[in-house]
């Protein structure tokens, strides 16, 4: 079997909770993505054209620094990469994270969590900040999860 990393990135609590969910299901160990400066419910406004969130989303170049570089991408095989959609892709600190780690070889299993819509174009959108990487487009992960069906999902995979 392969080593097994659920890397998420959570704004609210949601991903996180889906991302715990799916690594207790799979045996998978658990990091969290976290901005070196965190975001507040006002950076989080979608509504407002000047919250952070949007500044990011609307710069295809935004970077947000990581709060650390530790993650432990190394030991891995497989990496589960979470996030919510935000603007109908990945928020823009899930490049820099890609950026930040060589995942040469690895492969990579995308979930997301969502009020709205569905992954869209996010492995299209990420997949040129991990080269040599190979990108599976996973699923939404909503609502209440289920932690045999999750099991039953990811031997589907046929990682």
Known sequence: MNRILVAYF??????AKAAKTLAAAIDGDLYEIKPAVPYTSADLNWMDKRSRSSIEMQDATSRPALA?????????DVIFLGFPIWWYVAPTIINTFLERYDFSGKTIVLFATSGGSGLGK???GL????????????RLLNGRLDKDELKRWVEGLKL
């Open 10 to 15: 959570s704004a609210s609590g949601i991903t």
């Open 127 to 138: 997949q040129a900040n991990a080269p040599g990487a190979k990108f599976i487009d996973g």
């Open 122 to 124: 996010s492995a299209v």
């Open 68 to 76: 650390d570089g530790d993650a432990p991408v190394a030991g891995h």
